[in-house]
């Protein structure tokens, strides 16, 4: 009976990432920008109309004729889909559900060799996830980027930038978070074998030399795109 109560446990602890992942996906419209931007430009276009001629009204103009710019942007490419959510909060579950175990086994009992090779495996699986969500939203960033630009909407570039600088940095960061959880899942694997300390540390650091190698391999053979150095400016 204990173990039919463990397997339950087991059942729910990584049926949980991805229960939560498609609530919050259920969410992705709330969490656009698109309904409040549409609401803004209606009173401040009512508000246009009020106005007497003069600079105060040229102003508003093009303000609102900059934020139409970026509702038609958002609408064609918007910034964040259901499916991009759901990846992004399913990979931190996962990573969260490896950390766990993986923690747990690095500070009590030694754990079992399914379950931290199943970490291990969960924390890899976690950052592919997170890596194609990124690529995902960088790729329809870039169109959206390029549409406005075509547009001839300065000001709307112009704050496209500042928007792009300001998401990448989270993204990295929880990347980075994801990158160090790996590093100790591979270390609690080599740990669980048999291996001392010493090189547990050493299956830390050849995994994260992999990492490397593989990212310099990609970073030599992808485009610099126009959104890459937007967000260096």
Known sequence: MSR?????????????????????ALLTPALLPVRG???DLAVDAGTLERLPAGAVQDALRDN???RAFRLVAWTRYPTLNRTELFSFVLSVGLAGSA??????????????????????????????IWLLAMWSWHHRA?????????????????????????????????????????????ANVAAVLGAGPVLAVLAAVG???????????????APRDELVMAAEV
């Open 4 to 24: 039919v109560d463990d397997w339950a446990i087991s059942g729910l602890q990584a049926a949980a990432p991805f229960a939560v992942a498609g609530l919050v």
């Open 37 to 39: 931007l549409r609401r």
């Open 64 to 66: 609102i004729e900059d």
């Open 99 to 128: 950390l766990w175990h993986v923690t747990s086994d690095l500070t009590g009992d030694r754990g079992n060799r399914v379950g931290a090779l199943l970490s291990f495996v969960v924390s890899v699986a976690a950052m592919a």
């Open 142 to 186: 870039t169109d959206r980027f390029d549409y406005l630009r075509g547009l001839g909407a300065t000001a709307a570039v112009a704050a496209g930038r500042r928007g792009i600088k300001i998401a990448v940095y989270p993204l990295v960061v929880v990347l980075a978070l994801i990158v160090v959880m790996q590093l100790l899942a591979a």
């Open 207 to 221: 995994w994260a030399l992999v990492l490397v190698a593989s990212t310099l391999g990609l970073a030599e053979t």
